[in-house]
């Protein structure tokens, strides 16, 4: 009895620890990938496509999946899984705009109440899915799936089913749009959230907990580890991130819009995977997915500047996911 | 261990709690509109359409777009301004998901079923299935595969508002410019439509003289229009116009322009006829003109089955019976005859 969970946690450390070497591979097979990708798309379309203007602006598209993708990143490290992130990206743009529209409170700044709406929203249905998972026991999947539901027919009953026009506000559409240094302030956005989810996630007790508990959440609960405490927060976070995407969404669109969003989950949980954390859990890479998520977005970004009839985007699109994960078994 | 009792509970409790929030807010709307509507209605419709003891079942797909939504809130007004008792459900996502709330709304035997279909083919089975139980069916804008499968379709003119856009295109631009086309889903009739209606008008008007130097989907989504429009602006230095497949999707194209400083440059076109939209024209400035796809063809609809139901025709025509296909016009709409189309707006 007692020699089992003796046992496992010594050869989950085993296996941790030849995770991480498997992981620096990867990072560098994407980052592989990211120069073949530039170099073909300098040889394909040339300067509109190398132009730093046109390199920050993929990286700006890229920063609002970005963000998502960090708190799945931490979601799928504990075996779990996020389907709710695009529906709660269009809810708390949808929650911010009511609250700058509905309280004369913060009537002067308007934007403040935006980011306090939509923040507030996130944590509240992140809390949700996370309690669903965690004390309710429900399987990540179909909870996340009721909130896709629940989430996006939220977002269009309190909007009206109208987008919410959000021109006026100049703090915010700077999170979509402005720079700092000609960076754009999306980018540094995204980058801080990775910054802060790399350093939690490799630099803290947390971060270690979040990992055992995906690996073996038997083994980490003897060991200690408040299981149900990890998994209730690791969703919470993913909701925090999806408000802060809406920030940068919203910021660049200039207006909340009930039907904003639409599978971004996917591209998220691609960006993820292709990055190096692995599905079944117990294995995380911030890192990679930043990679991961990088790659997407050139993708998308070359697709459209060569004007491809759509079907042809989508077989290209699937055939680089492919080849890109192909490789990365390869250099193993 | 109570947790695990309490939370299935409490979301029900809440779900319940929101269903009932819902329908009291939409009906308390309906209601406040209604004494003046009827009063109206009395005074301005014809004899023919004074029929509340026609039974109206009425399907739409979810109300989750600016259009969708239009349809339905037009069908529900019309139907409360002629007294009549309507059945409706407007909460379908999938063909099959609609399929299965036309069966149970037959079981009722109305004497009419209105239906805006998610998709024509995957319907046209249970439109047949009431036809053959005696029920007439009335079909708006997408069309059933069979025309057994309904007595009357009234639809909009996608062909048509890709035909007038590019006659417009083709006016302001005096033919020459480059031009992007902003896409709806690929892949439906609605998109390849709008598409062909416009490529064929140019070509006709202009034989090559408007180059379209970028032609891509964004799904009738805002974000998707955006991204879209982002990274076609890096690619093309010279645009001279943007003719976008839908208002609500065109904002973000519109959000895309602004945000690289290029709207004097180039102007833009939507299709639809949304209030927001008919507000930038009237303004000026980057919207020029949109396209109309109008909503109200579903209160049309509504009328139509009640003069169905009670075995009349269109007033003023001299058949008995009314038409089995009724398309309504793309007008264009720009600055200059903003003001007569406003109230269509939705």
């Given at each position: 009895m007692t020699t089992t969970p003796a046992a496992s946690p010594a050869k989950g450390k085993l296996s941790a620890g030849a995770g991480i070497k498997r992981i620096d591979y990867q990072e560098y097979a994407l980052v592989g990938v990211i120069v073949l990708l530039l170099v073909a798309g300098g040889i394909l379309e040339g300067s509109s496509f190398l132009s730093k203007d046109n390199l920050f602006n993929v990286l700006r598209q890229g920063s609002v999946v970005g963000v998502l993708a960090i708190g799945m990143t931490f979601v799928i490290a504990t075996a779990g899984i996020d389907l709710s992130v695009g529906s709660m990206v269009a809810a708390t743009g949808i929650a911010g705009g009511w609250l700058m529209e509905h309280f004369g409170a913060f009537e002067s700044a308007p934007s403040l109440s935006f980011i306090i709406g939509a923040l507030l929203l996130g944590v509240l249905l992140g809390a949700v899915n996370g309690a669903a998972v965690s004390?309710?026991?429900?399987?990540p999947f179909i909870a996340t799936l009721a909130m896709l539901l629940i989430a996006r027919g939220l977002a269009l009953w309190i909007s009206d089913k109208t987008p919410i026009s959000l021109f006026d506000l100049e703090t915010l559409r700077w999170f979509g749009t402005g720079e700092v240094l000609t960076i754009p302030s999306s980018l540094i956005v995204f980058l801080g959230v990775a910054a802060v989810g790399w350093v939690l996630l490799n630099r803290t007790p947390y971060g270690r907990y979040v990992v055992a508990v995906g690996g073996n959440p038997e083994a980490a609960r003897i060991a200690g580890v408040k299981t149900n405490r990890i998994l209730f927060s690791v969703y919470v976070l993913s909701g925090i991130c999806a408000g802060i995407a809406a920030i940068l969404l919203c910021g660049r669109l200039a207006s909340a819009s009930p039907?904003?969003?639409?599978?971004y989950e996917l591209d998220a949980i691609a960006a993820v995977v292709i990055g190096g954390?692995?599905?079944?859990?117990?294995r995380a890479t911030v890192v990679g997915t930043v990679l991961g998520v990088i790659t997407f977005a050139i993708v998308f970004n070359l697709l459209t500047l060569m004007d491809l009839a759509v079907e042809i985007q989508q077989i290209t699109k699937g055939g680089i996911i492919l080849a890109a994960v192909l490789l990365q078994r390869r250099s193993n | 261990m109570e947790f695990k009792k309490v939370v299935p509970v409490l979301c029900a409790g809440v779900a319940l709690g929101l269903g009932v929030v819902a329908c009291g807010g939409s009906s308390d709307k309906d209601n406040a509109g209604t004494p003046a509507a009827t009063a109206t209605s009395a005074a301005t419709?014809?004899?023919?359409?004074?029929?509340?003891d026609v039974k109206v079942a009425f399907s739409a797909p979810a109300a989750d777009h600016g259009w969708t939504k239009a349809v339905s809130d037009d069908a529900k007004a019309k139907a409360k301004e002629l007294g009549l008792d309507m059945t409706v459900n407007d909460s379908a996502t999938t063909p099959a998901e609609q399929a299965d709330q036309i069966e149970t709304l037959i079981q009722a035997k109305p004497d009419v079923l209105v239906v805006l279909p998610v998709d024509g083919a995957p319907l046209t089975p249970v439109a047949q299935k009431a036809m053959d139980q005696g029920i007439q069916v009335i079909n708006i804008d997408?069309?059933?595969?069979?025309?057994?499968?309904?007595h009357t379709v009234i639809g909009g003119d996608n062909y048509g508002i890709g035909v007038q856009a590019g006659d417009y295109f083709a006016d302001q631009l005096k033919c020459k410019g480059n031009v992007v086309e902003i896409q709806g889903i690929a892949g439906i009739s609605v998109t390849e439509q709008r598409t062909k209606g416009f490529a064929d008008e140019i070509k006709k008007r202009c034989n090559g003289g408007i180059k379209i130097v970028a032609q891509q989907p964004a799904d009738f989504a805002p974000d998707k229009g955006l991204s879209v429009m982002e990274n076609i602006l890096q690619k093309n230095k010279s645009i001279q116009a943007v003719y976008t497949h839908d208002d609500d999707m065109g904002e973000g194209v519109a959000a895309a322009i602004q945000n690289a400083g290029r709207d004097k440059e180039m102007w833009m076109t939507g299709a639809g006829g949304s209030k927001k939209v008919m507000d930038q024209i009237k303004k000026g400035g980057l919207w020029r003109a949109t396209f109309l796809y109008n909503p109200a063809m579903s209160a049309d609809a509504v009328y139509l089955a009640t003069l169905l139901g009670s075995g009349k025709g269109l007033p003023?025509?001299?058949?008995?019976d009314i038409p089995s296909r009724i398309t309504l016009a793309a007008t264009t709409v720009t600055k200059d005859n903003v003001a007569q189309y406003e109230h269509l707006g939705f």
């Amino acid at each position: 009895m007692t020699t089992t969970p003796a046992a496992s946690p010594a050869k989950g450390k085993l296996s941790a620890g030849a995770g991480i070497k498997r992981i620096d591979y990867q990072e560098y097979a994407l980052v592989g990938v990211i120069v073949l990708l530039l170099v073909a798309g300098g040889i394909l379309e040339g300067s509109s496509f190398l132009s730093k203007d046109n390199l920050f602006n993929v990286l700006r598209q890229g920063s609002v999946v970005g963000v998502l993708a960090i708190g799945m990143t931490f979601v799928i490290a504990t075996a779990g899984i996020d389907l709710s992130v695009g529906s709660m990206v269009a809810a708390t743009g949808i929650a911010g705009g009511w609250l700058m529209e509905h309280f004369g409170a913060f009537e002067s700044a308007p934007s403040l109440s935006f980011i306090i709406g939509a923040l507030l929203l996130g944590v509240l249905l992140g809390a949700v899915n996370g309690a669903a998972v965690s004390y309710g026991k429900v399987v990540p999947f179909i909870a996340t799936l009721a909130m896709l539901l629940i989430a996006r027919g939220l977002a269009l009953w309190i909007s009206d089913k109208t987008p919410i026009s959000l021109f006026d506000l100049e703090t915010l559409r700077w999170f979509g749009t402005g720079e700092v240094l000609t960076i754009p302030s999306s980018l540094i956005v995204f980058l801080g959230v990775a910054a802060v989810g790399w350093v939690l996630l490799n630099r803290t007790p947390y971060g270690r907990y979040v990992v055992a508990v995906g690996g073996n959440p038997e083994a980490a609960r003897i060991a200690g580890v408040k299981t149900n405490r990890i998994l209730f927060s690791v969703y919470v976070l993913s909701g925090i991130c999806a408000g802060i995407a809406a920030i940068l969404l919203c910021g660049r669109l200039a207006s909340a819009s009930p039907v904003a969003g639409q599978l971004y989950e996917l591209d998220a949980i691609a960006a993820v995977v292709i990055g190096g954390t692995s599905l079944a859990g117990g294995r995380a890479t911030v890192v990679g997915t930043v990679l991961g998520v990088i790659t997407f977005a050139i993708v998308f970004n070359l697709l459209t500047l060569m004007d491809l009839a759509v079907e042809i985007q989508q077989i290209t699109k699937g055939g680089i996911i492919l080849a890109a994960v192909l490789l990365q078994r390869r250099s193993n | 261990m109570e947790f695990k009792k309490v939370v299935p509970v409490l979301c029900a409790g809440v779900a319940l709690g929101l269903g009932v929030v819902a329908c009291g807010g939409s009906s308390d709307k309906d209601n406040a509109g209604t004494p003046a509507a009827t009063a109206t209605s009395a005074a301005t419709e014809d004899t023919a359409a004074q029929a509340s003891d026609v039974k109206v079942a009425f399907s739409a797909p979810a109300a989750d777009h600016g259009w969708t939504k239009a349809v339905s809130d037009d069908a529900k007004a019309k139907a409360k301004e002629l007294g009549l008792d309507m059945t409706v459900n407007d909460s379908a996502t999938t063909p099959a998901e609609q399929a299965d709330q036309i069966e149970t709304l037959i079981q009722a035997k109305p004497d009419v079923l209105v239906v805006l279909p998610v998709d024509g083919a995957p319907l046209t089975p249970v439109a047949q299935k009431a036809m053959d139980q005696g029920i007439q069916v009335i079909n708006i804008d997408r069309e059933f595969s069979s025309p057994s499968a309904f007595h009357t379709v009234i639809g909009g003119d996608n062909y048509g508002i890709g035909v007038q856009a590019g006659d417009y295109f083709a006016d302001q631009l005096k033919c020459k410019g480059n031009v992007v086309e902003i896409q709806g889903i690929a892949g439906i009739s609605v998109t390849e439509q709008r598409t062909k209606g416009f490529a064929d008008e140019i070509k006709k008007r202009c034989n090559g003289g408007i180059k379209i130097v970028a032609q891509q989907p964004a799904d009738f989504a805002p974000d998707k229009g955006l991204s879209v429009m982002e990274n076609i602006l890096q690619k093309n230095k010279s645009i001279q116009a943007v003719y976008t497949h839908d208002d609500d999707m065109g904002e973000g194209v519109a959000a895309a322009i602004q945000n690289a400083g290029r709207d004097k440059e180039m102007w833009m076109t939507g299709a639809g006829g949304s209030k927001k939209v008919m507000d930038q024209i009237k303004k000026g400035g980057l919207w020029r003109a949109t396209f109309l796809y109008n909503p109200a063809m579903s209160a049309d609809a509504v009328y139509l089955a009640t003069l169905l139901g009670s075995g009349k025709g269109l007033p003023g025509f001299a058949a008995p019976d009314i038409p089995s296909r009724i398309t309504l016009a793309a007008t264009t709409v720009t600055k200059d005859n903003v003001a007569q189309y406003e109230h269509l707006g939705f």
